[in-house]
């Protein structure tokens, strides 16, 4: 469903512009939004019982061209916030990409989660309206549950006397201590991912921009009364996104939302270790004797999982890779990477400088050419493709050979020349995700750039282009597949060049 829906979102906008494919990006953008837009209301924001309200309304109400779009831009991508953190954290739960060496990005994400959602009933809190009143005296009594403090903190909420005005700057300088503490933990939090995208396309970023703006014009933010501590607030609204946890209070005793929060963050967090059917690989090895330390690894591995160390076996290579398993997710592209993984080598049991122990390159070779020595008719195809993408298996015929591997990026260039010249098949098709929509991120993109030749390893220029064809398809796309493969068949036969290899092959 969730990939029926994207394919959607790429009829409307495009691979390039598919918010589903943007969600983290998306996230630090509308965080960037919510800094500068806090940082201007925080410069008019007056600290105090008896002014705060005050400072917020004026914002609002006098200086609502500006003041007042920046306070609805604040509420608004706050919320946008909260919604894509929602999907992204969704989406990589559907995808199942956050097993094996993702957990550590998963449970940053976890905490994330939580450190947000505080900010913003902080957030809240300093508007100082009837809203505010309801989530304070609301969370105090809740934290009053715990055995952590000798007198209810809900005590200092009894009248408007009790209160005094260090509550007001405490949750001022909270408020703008947080966003620290989130930019730290979204730093953490893709600490290990290598180009990780941070930044939504800009055609994207402006949309979104213009979307909040639309809001913030057409439904201004604004506050709900002034508080009273004397008077039990009533009838008011709340921001599900932040505020979902009160009603759950108001339903339940504050032991049961206690029990409730910390039960589905811990599962939620336990995720990574459950069972599941998703299945996990072996990490990948690197064989010491045949690494150079050219470091094409580390620059192709889409999760820092590849260093680089000073030779420890006396080679006369200044550097060897070696891989930290704790964060390989056993893709492969490292593998595809590597100048030494080439099917031109005469041994039968050859060893590339890193491999993936559950199909090494020789293996890899050895069951392409048994793919390719059954394939019969005018048109040989051989097909590449990737085991988190569409099912390729589907498309093995009597004129197609096909080979799954864990992403597409895992093929050497080589491999393509070697089928195509030296056993004869008259085309090699090459799928796997959805553009702009790699499995292991990188996959797809090092896939083109190296068959373009403009990333090593390069599909070398005596490998014909028209006798190559890459088609990106998730399992959602196998009816499109099998048309683009079939379109293809018919091209290399009517090249001509199909008879032509028949008559050379016999
Ligand atoms: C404000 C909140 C968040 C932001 C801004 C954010 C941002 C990002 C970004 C930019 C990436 C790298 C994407 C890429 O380049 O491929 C990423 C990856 C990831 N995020 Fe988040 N994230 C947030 C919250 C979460 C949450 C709540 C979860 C789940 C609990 C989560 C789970 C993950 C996982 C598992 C990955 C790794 C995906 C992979 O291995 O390719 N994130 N996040
Ligand atoms: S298989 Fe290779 S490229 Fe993929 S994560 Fe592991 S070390 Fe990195
Ligand atoms: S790409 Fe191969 S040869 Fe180069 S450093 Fe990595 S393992 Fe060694």
Not at 163 to 189: E, G, K, Q, Y
Request: hydrophobic share 45%; net charge negative; proline share 5%.
């Amino acid at each position: 469903m969730l990939l029926r829906f994207e394919g959607l979102l790429n009829k409307i906008f495009g691979n390039d512009l598919n918010p589903f494919y943007y969600l983290g990006a998306l996230g630090f953008y509308f965080f960037w939004i919510m800094v500068i837009s806090g940082a201007y209301t925080y410069a008019f924001y007056e600290t105090g019982k008896e002014v705060s309200y005050a400072s917020v309304e004026y914002l609002t109400h006098e200086q609502w061209y500006f003041g007042g779009i920046m306070r609805s831009l604040h509420r608004y991508a706050a919320d946008a916030l909260v919604l894509v953190m929602l999907l992204h954290l969704l989406r990589e739960f559907i995808l199942g990409r956050y097993r094996g060496a993702r957990w550590f990005a998963w449970v940053t994400g976890v905490l994330l989660i939580w450190l947000i959602i505080t900010s913003g009933i902080n957030g809240y809190w300093m508007v100082w309206d009837t809203l505010a009143q309801y989530s304070a005296v609301a969370t105090l009594e809740w934290f009053d549950w715990l055995p952590i403090f000798d007198e209810p903190m809900s005590r200092n909420f009894v009248s408007n006397d009790a209160l005094n005005d260090r509550f007001f700057s405490l949750i001022s300088f909270a408020h703008a201590t947080f966003p620290l503490f989130v930019l730290f933990f979204l730093w953490i939090h893709i600490l290990h991912i290598s180009y990780p995208v941070v930044n939504p396309k800009r055609a994207l970023a402006l949309g979104m921009l213009l979307a909040l703006l639309v809001l913030a014009l057409a439904v201004p933010a604004l506050s709900q009364g002034q508080a009273d501590l004397g008077i039990e607030p009533r009838n008011i609204g709340i921001d599900w996104f932040y505020l979902f946890i009160y009603p759950l209070l108001d339903i339940g005793s504050a032991g049961q939302v206690w029990a409730l929060v910390v039960v589905l963050s811990l599962v939620i967090g336990a995720l990574p270790w459950l069972p599941t059917r998703f299945k996990q690989i072996p990490v990948a090895e690197v064989s010491l004797k045949d690494c150079s330390g050219c470091t094409r690894c580390v620059a192709d591995c889409p999760y820092e999982a590849v260093v680089m160390r000073p030779r420890s076996d006396g080679m006369h290579f200044l550097e060897e890779a070696v891989v930290v398993p704790d964060r390989c997710v056993s893709c492969g592209i490292c593998v595809g990477a590597c100048p030494s993984s080439t099917p031109f080598r005469s041994d039968a049991g050859y060893v590339s400088g890193i491999e993936m122990p559950s199909l090494p390159m020789s293996g890899l070779r050895t069951e392409m050419m048994n793919g390719v020595a059954k394939l019969e008719g005018d048109v040989r195809v051989m097909v590449f493709g990737c085991d988190n993408a569409a099912d390729i298996g589907k498309l093995r015929g009597k004129g197609v050979a096909v080979l799954s591997l864990p992403c597409t990026a895992m093929l050497p260039p080589s491999f393509i020349e070697y089928v195509l010249h030296e056993h004869h098949v008259d085309g090699v098709f090459i799928t796997g995700c959805r553009e702009n929509d790699c499995y292991h991120r990188m996959g797809g993109l090092w896939t083109e750039q190296r068959l373009a030749a403009t990333r090593e390893p390069r599909l070398r220029s005596r490998a014909e282009r028209e006798r190559i064809r890459q088609f990106w398809a998730s399992s959602a796309d196998f009816e499109a597949l099998s048309l683009e493969l079939e379109s293809f068949r018919s091209s290399l036969a009517e090249s001509g060049d199909a008879s032509k290899r028949v008559v050379d092959r016999e």
